[in-house]
């Protein structure tokens, strides 16, 4: 299957509800997306630790992207621009502490910087404050694989909380 890549010069998205028939092209999307993320981290690691942390990261992630389109307790949202998937957005909630997450989420590289991720973000905030979330909570990296989508959330007005992990061989 070739690689989408939009034209961002004509980005026009429209958010629509995920359907089943747009599995393989989000989960390539999100490797697509996601490969600089998981380059940054495997730099800041190294070589050892992050074959041990995420073996072969592209099988891993394309398995977690799955099993999130099939959980029915997460809202999948796509963002599509000439018809074609150009993003997506996964949230769910957590009703017992009124949290609402942004779970995952991700623009093709050819779509960056267009708006796309901040109007999946306030689509997906929407829905959590009208399912009566009394707050909404996205998680990221601090490395420099994770800097738009921190810019993201910032523009989307959602507050930083720092915090760092630490992982050793063994």
Do not use: C, N
């Amino acid at each position: 299957m070739a690689a989408h890549r939009p034209d961002p010069g004509l980005m026009k998205a429209s958010i629509r509800d995920y359907e089943p028939s747009d599995e393989e092209i989000i989960v390539g999307l999100s490797l697509r997306a996601w490969e600089p993320v998981f380059a940054a981290v495997a730099q800041m690691l190294g070589p050892e630790l992050f074959t041990r942390l995420r073996g072969d990261w592209r099988t891993g992630q394309a398995a977690e992207m799955r099993a999130v389109l099939a959980d029915h307790a997460q809202r999948v949202w796509v963002a599509e621009a000439g018809g074609e998937p150009i993003g997506f957005v996964a949230a769910r909630l957590h009703r017992d502490s009124g949290v609402g997450e942004i779970y995952m989420i991700a623009v093709d590289p050819g779509a960056q910087g267009q708006g796309v991720g901040t109007a999946l973000t306030g689509a997906a905030t929407g829905w959590l404050r009208q399912s009566g979330m009394r707050v909404a909570m996205i998680e990221t990296g601090g490395d420099p694989g994770h800097a738009p989508a921190r810019r993201v959330y910032e523009k989307s007005g959602y507050t930083a909380l720092p915090a760092v992990r630490f992982f050793k061989a063994l």
